[in-house]
């Protein structure tokens, strides 16, 4: 049971572009989200988070926004550049039960020239 | 370098045998968490120690099996390795509380 889908393996995006990932979750208690990104040969690197208690939040050019009634959020990158080219995993929490982070497939993002 | 350590970095070995896989958490760290990623998988919890103690359990298969060391670092023992074990092996770091974690760069295990 997938409880965190990332419908989209793969994106291409030109340079200078907005790149939107967009990640769904099926478990209505989780309360906490965050994004990775993995390049190859390396562990995923923690980008950005969220709590369910906000809709958005900003971190310089990354952007995620949570859409509770939908159990939908999506990580806004602008500009992108083609050091953003990795593959990005969507992870969600249940603070309240327990620590560990459930993760979505991922989706491998392409930022062109 | 993350500050999570984890060796070796590249393992094969044949289908029945049994092999360890270890991590050094970055410093101040009690939480390690190992994960799974099989090809084109996301990562799947395998399972959470807290100085020491286990806290949380995935679907870690009976045949896998892990600790946590006095001086924190832990070891994932993987035994009667099938093919299907083949994988990325990531271990996580993290102070209580805090769910960005810090991974290592991981453990590729080839089973053949």
């Known amino acids: 049971d997938q409880q965190v889908k990332q419908n989209s393996p793969s994106l291409s995006v030109q340079e200078g572009r907005i790149s939107i990932l967009n990640c769904d979750y099926t478990?209505?208690?989780?309360?906490?989200f965050l994004w990775y990104k993995k390049y190859p040969a390396e562990g995923p690197t923690f980008l950005i988070s969220?709590?369910?208690?906000?809709d958005k939040n900003e971190d310089g050019r990354f952007t995620v926004f949570l859409n509770k009634s939908a159990k939908h959020l999506s990580l806004h990158i602008v500009p992108s550049q083609p050091g953003d080219s990795a593959v990005y995993f969507c992870?969600?929490?249940?603070?309240?039960?327990?620590?560990?982070?459930?993760f979505g497939t991922g989706t491998r993002l392409q930022v062109t020239l | 370098d993350s500050g999570v350590t984890q060796t070796p970095k590249h393992l094969i070995t044949a289908t029945g045998q049994r092999v360890t896989l270890r991590c050094s958490p970055r410093?101040?760290?009690?939480?390690v968490y190992w994960y799974q990623q099989s090809l084109d998988q996301g990562l799947q919890f395998l399972i959470h120690?807290?100085?020491?103690?286990?806290?949380a359990k995935g679907n870690i298969l009976e045949r896998f099996s892990a600790q946590q060391f006095p001086d924190l670092h832990s070891e994932l023992n993987l035994s009667s390795l099938e093919l299907g074990d083949s994988a990325l092996y990531f271990c996580?770091?993290?102070?209580?509380?805090?769910?960005?974690?810090?991974f290592g760069s991981g453990t590729r295990l080839t089973v053949v």
């Open positions: 478990n209505s208690m989780f309360d906490y």
């Open positions: 120690y807290y100085n020491g103690e286990e806290r």
């Open positions: 410093s101040g760290d009690l939480s």
């Open positions: 996580a770091s993290s102070v209580e509380g805090v769910y960005g974690y810090t």
């Open positions: 992870a969600a929490a249940n603070t309240g039960t327990a620590s560990k982070l459930t």
């Open positions: 969220i709590s369910s208690i906000k």
